[in-house]
């Protein structure tokens, strides 16, 4: 079975949903397994802010602090958010997109992310120890192909841009 919070193969912790008594028929089984205990901590908080949600205790949700493999997870999404964005439209503003639009960025930077959480994790043997000089070599790899991200313009891209506009002109 794989973890629930970041799907690397689970390792023997799980969760025991103690909302209702064993006779109880809401009683369910729940199959949320987890690789580690850090893992089962992030999902013990988003349930916990999830059920205090729904009890009417309108507290706010804390962020998770990403680790350095998180982070250029994140970062790889961009040029998928970049494609779909371009696709719809640069210069429409986020909050005029329809539906459709807005589930389109969503699936785009999500799959993105999963696919670079799991690509991440094949690679590697062992789980990295945040903060390790490992951890954080294996993050800044991904940051070399952000040089040209679709949406930003640069001295070079403008000397490109000028250049290609004189041959065209001749």
Same mark, same amino acid.
């Given at each position: 079975?794989?973890?629930?919070?970041?799907?690397?193969? $689970?390792?023997?912790?799980?969760?025991?949903?103690? *909302?209702?008594?064993?006779?109880?028929?809401?009683?369910?089984?729940?199959?949320?397994?987890?690789?580690?205990?850090?893992?089962?901590?992030?999902?013990?908080?988003?349930?916990?802010?999830?059920?205090?949600? =729904?009890?009417?205790?309108? *507290?706010?949700?804390?962020?998770?602090?990403?680790?350095?493999?998180?982070?250029?997870? =994140?970062?790889?999404?961009?040029?998928?958010?970049?494609?779909? $964005?371009?696709?719809?439209?640069?210069?429409?503003?986020?909050? $005029?997109?329809?539906?459709?639009?807005?589930?389109?960025?969503?699936?785009?930077?999500?799959?993105?992310?999963?696919?670079?959480?799991?690509?991440?994790?094949?690679?590697?043997?062992?789980?990295?120890?945040?903060?390790?000089?490992?951890?954080?070599?294996?993050?800044?790899?991904?940051?070399?192909?952000? /040089? /040209?991200?679709?949406? %930003?313009?640069?001295?070079?891209?403008?000397?490109?841009?000028?250049?290609?506009?004189? %041959?065209?002109?001749?």
């Amino acid at each position: 079975m794989k973890c629930w919070v970041c799907k690397r193969q $689970a390792r023997g912790f799980t969760h025991a949903d103690t *909302r209702h008594g064993v006779g109880d028929p809401r009683r369910f089984v729940p199959d949320w397994v987890f690789c580690s205990r850090r893992c089962q901590d992030a999902f013990h908080a988003l349930y916990g802010n999830w059920r205090r949600a =729904m009890e009417g205790q309108h *507290r706010e949700g804390s962020m998770l602090d990403a680790s350095d493999i998180e982070r250029t997870a =994140m970062r790889t999404c961009l040029k998928a958010f970049g494609r779909v $964005a371009d696709e719809i439209g640069f210069t429409k503003p986020l909050a $005029a997109y329809s539906e459709a639009e807005a589930l389109r960025v969503i699936d785009a930077i999500v799959t993105r992310y999963t696919e670079a959480m799991v690509e991440h994790h094949e690679t590697t043997r062992m789980p990295p120890v945040r903060g390790s000089a490992a951890a954080k070599a294996t993050a800044r790899d991904p940051f070399a192909e952000l /040089e /040209e991200l679709p949406w %930003e313009v640069t001295e070079s891209a403008l000397v490109i841009k000028a250049a290609d506009e004189s %041959e065209r002109k001749n």
